[in-house]
């Protein structure tokens, strides 16, 4: 039985079957029917694949042995954790996150678009990353670096964090730092060693990481920004020429930090699509700039998934979707604003967005929604129903 959806689930329903490419999931199919032998049948791709069986025995033959143990279980934990299994090998592979699903999108069917694109992204990769599969090829070939390397190992203690940033100040006695010769000044000693005493002075541990996570990923976004060096040059070539606005001496991050240039350029693409640009130097004026570009960006076409968050840009911390947004954005502007003639940059996006106004009127007391869409059963004295023949 199909699932009822009312609402804004309803909406979102018909979008997601809208902008379904229902060519792009016969090439999947026949992909993964041509690699692993198992055929879909008369089956919906959703019910074929929901198991995650289908997509571990994919990974398998692409990459012998990727998957140890797949698990033949009906429980739902054990084909969620399949899928979760296919994932990991793509996220290994190079399939960057933006390009993922979730376990729901296919285990319940709630986003089967994404699992097409994921599926397909992951062919791409397939033909860089594992050159030693020579089987058939799905999409255009991507490539991608992936760098995760392992932590060295240290001993910890109680005390490491802090010795090898902090230092103590030599005991003084009657005003007379001890140790020190007089008319010199002060000096300091490091943790461990203290006047009077012979202890050897511990060491700095030269491994001990004292950013952990943040510094991970600070590290990870800076490799991505600098593989998108060649991007990021067209990017501010195009911002310049349409906008007018020069990047002087600044960077990048903060040329575009309170988002008037961002309102500029959508202005100069679409004129008028944002009424009025904030000035102020308040926070949450930039901010609500860059809200302006985002919502302009989307009326254009650029997808939610290229699309990034206002603290990406306002508090850098992921420039790279930054530029990977407004590469986008010149290629939906190319399809969706023809009257612009402007300089063009990157290829031609071609995307679908129905949004319709719902024509129900607004309620105006408390029963009139539920006399719209409810039946109320006849009341019934002994198993006779009122007006029946």
């Not at 079957?17 to 993964?32: G, H, P, T």
């Not at 143990?69 to 299994?85: A, G, H, V």
């Not at 349409?242 to 990047?247: A, E, F, H, M, Q």
């Not at 995307?351 to 719209?372: F, G, I, P, V």
């Amino acid at each position: 039985m199909s699932e009822l959806n009312y609402g804004i689930d309803d909406e979102l329903k018909q979008k997601q079957e809208a902008s379904y490419d229902k060519f792009l999931e016969k090439r999947v199919v026949d992909w993964i029917e041509q690699i692993t032998g198992s055929t879909k049948g008369d089956q919906e791709v959703a019910e074929w694949l929901h198991d995650g069986k289908v997509l571990c025995e994919l990974v398998n033959k692409i990459q012998p042995g990727t998957v140890k143990k797949i698990n033949d279980s009906s429980l739902p934990f054990k084909q969620m954790e399949n899928i979760t299994y296919f994932m990991n090998a793509a996220r290994a592979i190079g399939v960057p996150e933006m390009s993922m699903f979730a376990t729901p999108d296919l285990y319940e069917a709630k986003n089967m678009g994404s699992v097409i694109n994921c599926i397909n992204n992951y062919g791409g990769f397939v033909q860089s990353a594992v050159p030693e599969f020579d089987g058939p090829k799905l999409g255009n070939e991507v490539k991608a670096e992936v760098h995760d390397v392992r932590r060295d190992k240290t001993k910890v203690d109680q005390s490491a964090g802090l010795s090898g940033t902090m230092e103590i100040e030599r005991p003084r006695y009657g005003g007379v730092t001890a140790g020190a010769t007089a008319g010199k000044p002060q000096e300091h000693q490091a943790a461990g060693q203290v006047a009077g005493s012979q202890t050897r002075p511990r060491s700095p541990i030269p491994t001990a990481d004292h950013a952990g996570l943040d510094a991970d990923l600070a590290a990870k976004m800076a490799e991505k920004e600098a593989a998108l060096a060649g991007v990021k040059a067209e990017v501010v070539d195009w911002i310049q020429t349409v906008s007018g606005s020069s990047i002087g001496d600044a960077s990048f991050a903060e040329w575009l930090h309170d988002g008037k240039v961002l309102c500029a350029l959508i202005n100069a693409i679409k004129p008028g699509a944002i009424p009025k640009v904030n000035q102020s130097t308040l926070a949450f004026k930039q901010m609500e700039n860059i809200t302006y570009f985002m919502n302009a960006a989307r009326d254009m076409g650029v997808p939610e998934s290229s699309m990034f968050g206002t603290p990406d840009l306002y508090e850098e911390k992921n420039i790279g979707s930054v530029i990977q947004c407004i590469y986008t954005l010149g290629g939906a502007v190319q399809v969706n604003v023809p009257e612009f003639t402007g300089p063009k940059l990157g290829t031609p996006l071609h995307t679908q967005s129905s949004d319709k106004k719902r024509e129900d009127a607004l309620c105006m007391d408390q029963s009139e929604a539920y006399q719209r869409t409810m039946q109320v059963e006849r009341p019934k004295d002994l198993g006779i129903t009122r007006g029946a023949h």
